[in-house]
């Protein structure tokens, strides 16, 4: 414990009650960490014990552990002698979620066990050339043993062992609900019993959890479930989740409650409804209510939208405070496609990491769809938004790998190319993506098919509703002359191209009040982009586009509608 006394003392001195750390700066104190405490919450459990053996028990050094962010990695600490803390554990403890389980018996090394299961009243796991592996050891040890009797077997597939094991072991709890399928039958338990090791023929059936079979003589039939059901009953894992369909299983299968605890009437989930556009929101972006809320079922229906149009057209702008409107700006993050962005940053890779013996390793570190996808997972009511700037900037086939096909078909597993004991992959319908997409970097029209059929598309133009009035409706409410507006116009109208036409959101500034600041925007922001657009072409940039040649039309238009027929 004198490494972890180290971080006593760092608290100590800072006389205060509580703290919120990141993991790098308790490594930092403490002289590192183990991977686990970056990837698994029991590490960081208040005491250590027979299920958290690693743990630093932080009790022992007058702390507790008030909250974990494996997401954000960071931690927060309280003193234990607090009074926040003493009244906490005053509070009595709440019965934990209930959780549903698919567990598959149906063919275990070329046997069907289901019968078995039914008549012993129990379902299991197998892995027959491990020794029994006691339930409370962390994933990396059930890793450690599995690397020394499965050597023999690839990465990905002891990685499916460990995971399997895991969740069979540590994962399911006694009043889960637990899921068998023999073909078209489907038999429904609860869990009543901790994890037990029984000799049996080839160990097929040795690691055994009790369950108290609720339909073993009248199984449901797998067609006369939902689709959402019957889908997540696909899939090649041995142990997958299923607590999503948990309230359609418990109610068809007539099981009441957790065992061991309160009855709780089974309710079956209520469909995400994203909310609407408000006048409030319409207003602040200066955008039609109709086409926000036209957008809002757009996302609805497609979960992933894309905004394309030039530059300066308020894209990114409206993504985010969109995004911010659905979700909360908690649960809103944006990331920005370029060409050497990768799967491995927007997914999971593997990164270098140095262990708390200095060893150089590599561990599986999760990127920020990632852990957007297991925030949502955790929270299904509610929406979570993932904004990509620049989309058309990245390789898509690279970025997304398999999740391309996800982005299509929610409801189907995938395996993932890095975690392959997660072949049951599946992407929540509370994800939703919104994309923005530079017309004058990449034609829209050179999108693949698979992309426009993923897609929604909602146009950005300077010259198209909504946004074709923006400009002048921002000069009116700030009190400004709408002249810039007219000089965009005609700007614009000469480019005669909407694909490099130029955004009125370079004129949003209180700058185009005086002559000084508009010709300033012109020289350094606008002619810049024509000048890249019409490079190599010998044409007269100034003479065409300048603020001078565009004033003297604008004014001359403006003169000839003043004069009287």
Known sequence: MSKYQALADFLREKEVEEIELGFDRVSEIV????????????????????????????????????????????????????????????????PPAQHAWLVRGANVHGQNLVAEWLEGGYCSVAAPELDEVPPGLSRAEIGERVAEDYG????????????????????????????????????????????????????????????????????????????????KLKGQRTVSDLTSEIGELVQLAGIGGRVGGPEVPPTPPQPLRLPDATDELAASLLLPREWLQETIELLADKRQVVFYGPPGTGKTFVAKRLA?????????????????????????????????????????????????????????????????????????????????????????????????????????????????????????ALVDAAMRRRFAFQAFFPGRYPIRDLLRAWLRREGLPTRPADLLDELNARIADEDFAIGPSYLMTSRVDGEA?????????????????????GRDLDKEFGLAALSKAVDAATGEQASPP
Do not use: C
């Open 517 to 537: 600041g508009l010709e300033r925007i012109w020289r350094t922001s606008i002619l810049p982009l024509l000048e890249e657009h019409y490079f190599g072409q």
């Open 152 to 231: 023999h077997l690839s990465f990905g597939s002891r990685g499916s062992i460990t995971g399997m094991l895991h969740t069979f072991l540590n994962l399911i709890q006694v009043g889960d609900v637990v899921v068998t399928v023999d073909d078209q039958a489907v038999y429904v338990g609860t869990v009543t019993g901790e994890p037990t090791w029984v000799e049996s023929p080839g160990r097929l059936s040795s690691r055994r959890r009790a369950v108290r079979w609720a339909n073993p003589d009248r199984p449901l039939a797998r067609g006369a479930l939902s689709a959402s059901a019957q889908s």
């Open 324 to 444: 911010e409107h659905l979700a909360g700006v908690d649960d809103v993050r944006l990331v920005q496609f370029h060409p050497s962005y990768s799967y491995e940053d927007f997914f999971e890779g593997f990164r270098p990491r140095l262990s708390a013996e200095g060893q150089l390793g590599f561990e599986l570190v999760p990127g920020p769809f990632r852990r957007m996808v297991d925030a949502a997972r955790d929270d299904p009511a509610h929406p979570h938004v993932l904004v990509i700037d620049e989309l058309n900037r990245g390789n898509l086939a690279k970025v997304f790998g398999e999740l391309y096909f996800l982005l299509e078909y929610r409801d189907e597993p995938i395996e993932l190319l890095y975690s392959p004991e997660d072949s049951d992959f599946r992407l929540p319908e509370n994800v939703f993506l919104i994309g923005t997409m530079n017309t004058a970097d990449r034609s829209i």
């Open 31 to 94: 002289g590192g960490l183990p991977p686990s405490a970056y990837n698994e919450r029991p590490w960081w459990a208040n005491d250590s014990g027979p299920t958290n053996a690693h743990a630093p028990g932080w009790m022992s050094v007058g702390w507790r552990v008030r909250k974990v962010d494996l997401q954000n990695r960071r931690v927060t600490f309280i003193r234990a002698s607090s009074d926040r803390w003493v009244e906490r554990t005053r509070q009595p403890p709440r």
